[in-house]
């Protein structure tokens, strides 16, 4: 008899390369499907909302396709829910890009635009785009998460203008500093994990996120059994 492959839903709203986080997926034994079919995401051992572009358009796209109640439904379970930069933003309360725009509302918080980002007398570029390191975030610990084997100040990929600014930091996970600003790279909020950085680009590091969600689903349905 085969073994059980996880079954994981890629949410699909027409915003970002989801073929890249479907590749990690299948990297690490995971039979992931990129689909908008809310039956689909109900019935996956796990939800990744990945997405790259405007926060509005997302959230346009998300309500669109009668998405936004099936995803705060799966924040409320047990199943694993995974964001990824865009992904990130969507779970917060509102987003300040191009505009004032209402989110999903999973976790409490604002987006926010890097406001002049220096290094001395120099002024970063924004998007950042490029390699950054993460750390652990204040009285956090990343032994029981999707961090789980990643180095402390290791580098991960990031490419966004706006970062995460939680009303709790008690979800704050990593964090990570672009110039002299430090901001919320991940967080983790029971079954919820999400980060501003892209882990299918980001080398053994980032695919090491994808094997732990592995080793999670396959205890969750080995727990079922």
Avoid at 18 to 39: N, R, Y
Avoid at 168 to 197: E, M, P, T, W
Wanted: net charge neutral; hydrophobic share 40%.
């Amino acid at each position: 008899m085969s073994e059980h492959l996880p079954k994981v839903a890629i949410v699909d709203y027409m915003l970002g390369n989801l073929f890249s986080v479907k590749q990690a997926c299948a990297h690490v034994g995971l039979e992931a499907i990129i689909t908008s079919d809310k039956k689909i995401i109900q019935d996956s051992d796990a939800v990744i909302l990945p997405g790259v572009g405007a926060y509005g358009d997302a959230m346009a796209a998300l309500c669109r396709l009668d998405l936004v109640s099936i995803l705060c439904e799966i924040a409320d379970s047990p199943k694993p829910l995974v964001g990824i930069c865009l992904g990130v933003q969507l779970l917060m309360t509102e987003s300040f890009e191009f505009g004032r725009h209402k989110g999903l509302g999973i976790i409490e918080g604002q987006v926010l635009r890097f406001d002049n980002p220096r290094e001395g007398e120099r002024i970063l570029k924004v998007p950042q785009i490029g390699w950054n390191r993460i750390r652990p975030a204040v009285n956090t610990c990343w032994g029981n998460t999707l961090l789980r084997g990643v180095a402390e100040g290791e580098y991960m990929y990031f490419v966004h203008s706006y970062f995460v600014q939680p009303k709790d930091h008690g979800v704050i996970l990593s964090v990570s500093r672009y110039g002299n600003i430090d901001f919320c790279s991940s967080i983790q909020r029971k079954n919820v994990f999400a980060c501003q950085f892209h882990p299918e680009r980001s080398g053994a590091a980032g695919i090491r996120l994808y094997q732990n969600l592995a080793a999670q689903l396959k205890t969750m349905i080995s727990g079922t059994k």
